[in-house]
């Protein structure tokens, strides 16, 4: 006999004080005539909102520069990163900068690499060794350069393969030995990064309407300038964003309009878990003879065709994408104990969310099953981790990042 029943969760929210990744802009280069600098360098201390398990990564995405006409310019380098802050130089051995505005991003794990440089000597294409072991994109963002005349320059990522990333300068003749230095991050990562194209803007550049996603950072991206030096470098960066709609414009507030090249990126800076999206409980009345047959307890893989059902800890690797991942978890029911099950349901995008249940002993049934789909993260390779023990089934999402693990599914015997 088979008694189905509808299920009434239980949301419960689990609220933790450390962060994994955190954003703002910085104005602190960008409070003329307070903020002076030439011939000089200048340290500015960021703190993040809140603390970090580990060190971060940081990128860097520059949104308004105001400078000398001639032999001027800057380098931003990051100088030391904590768990609470960071600092930040700012470097302008010529001329005036009058002003420097960035946003800055922080997420912490091993899905993402960040190489910092700045030339010596001679500006050329590089490559960089990275330590990624599965990279799947790459982009390069300026940070600064020192100029003496006209300019014009674009940097792109021109490879990246699984041991390295290969960065290439355009050299336009008569204007590039006016560059004296450049400085730009190098990004790799497996977090997802959708590239909506090189923008080049020769004067005021008007955005189209960008649909912004939840847990994606919409990432201004300069790649290089086109500079006359008929007047003051100027380039500002204004955005008019409403609900979930980005847009933006990029070019001067007064004199001369300073070409330059740019890309819009969509960067995923959250891993994303299995989420249950359906879960069906069956409740069966088995004899005694029968029931001594069966297992206390197991979890069923169905798409794979694979059953645990032994106290331990298994690893397994998916390396195929499912639509959907499919679930059937066993148990017996016993007098005087709840079996209670928590799962991750992702509402609101609040990625610990889960939805606690509590079953309590009826003597019409002694053997539950549950049914359970839970939707795939689009990602090539996926670890699981499930451990069995006297008391519980428990099934573990395995990232590479600063969460390094996530519960997704728990079936415990709790004592009434």
């Known amino acids: 006999m088979y008694f189905q029943i509808k299920i009434i969760p239980i949301i419960v929210n689990l609220v933790s004080s450390i962060i994994v990744y955190d954003t703002r802009v910085f104005k602190g280069f960008d409070n003329y005539p307070i903020f002076s600098c030439a011939g000089t360098s200048q340290t500015s201390q960021i703190v993040f909102s809140d603390t970090f398990p580990e060190i971060p990564k940081i990128i860097i995405s520059l949104e308004e520069i105001d400078t000398n006409i001639n032999n001027s310019g800057f380098i931003l380098e990051i100088t030391d990163v904590q768990l609470t802050y960071f600092n930040i130089t700012i470097s302008c051995p010529y001329q005036s900068v009058y002003a420097i505005r960035f946003k800055w991003y922080a997420i912490c794990g091993g899905g993402l690499q960040v190489i910092n440089y700045i030339s010596s000597g001679g500006i050329v294409n590089n490559t960089f060794p990275h330590s990624m072991s599965n990279p799947k994109y790459g982009f390069v963002s300026l940070t600064g350069f020192l100029y003496n005349g006209q300019i ?14 290969s960065v290439e300068i355009n050299q336009v003749a008569g204007k590039f030995p006016n560059l004296l230095k450049i400085g730009y991050q190098v990004v790799i990562s497996q ?137 059937e978890v066993a148990m017996k029911s016993f007098e005087r104990k709840f079996i209670q099950s928590s799962i991750h349901s992702q509402e609101n995008y609040n990625h610990l969310q889960s939805h606690v249940i509590k079953y309590k002993y009826e003597k019409i049934f002694n053997f539950m099953t549950f049914y359970l789909a839970f939707t795939s993260p689009n990602y090539e390779q996926q670890k699981l981790k499930i451990i069995i023990t006297t008391g519980s089934i428990e099934l573990v999402q395995v990232f590479q990042n600063c969460i390094q693990e996530m519960t997704i599914l728990k079936f415990e015997y709790i004592d009434i």
């Not at 320059?153 to 699984?162: E, H, I, P």
Request: glycine fraction near 4%.
């Open 152 to 165: 014009d320059f674009l940097l792109q990522v021109s490879k990246l393969t699984s041991s390295s990333i």
């Open 191 to 327: 977090y997802e990064i959708i590239n909506l194209g090189l923008q080049y803007a020769p004067q005021n550049f008007i955005s189209q309407t960008i649909q912004q996603i939840c847990s994606q950072w919409f990432i201004f991206n300069l790649q290089g300038v086109n500079f006359q030096n008929s007047d003051n470098f100027r380039l500002n960066l204004t955005y008019n964003n409403s609900a979930d709609i980005i847009s933006y414009e990029f070019g001067k507030w007064i004199g001369q309009y300073t070409g330059s090249y740019h890309s819009q990126l969509l960067f995923s800076y959250q891993n994303i878990y299995f989420s249950c999206a359906l879960i069906k409980t069956k409740m069966k009345l088995i004899s005694a003879i029968n029931i001594n047959d069966l297992p206390e307890k197991k979890i069923v893989f169905i798409d794979l065709n694979l059953q645990y059902i032994n106290e331990g800890i298994y690893n397994l690797i998916l390396n195929k994408t499912l639509s959907y991942m499919q679930l």
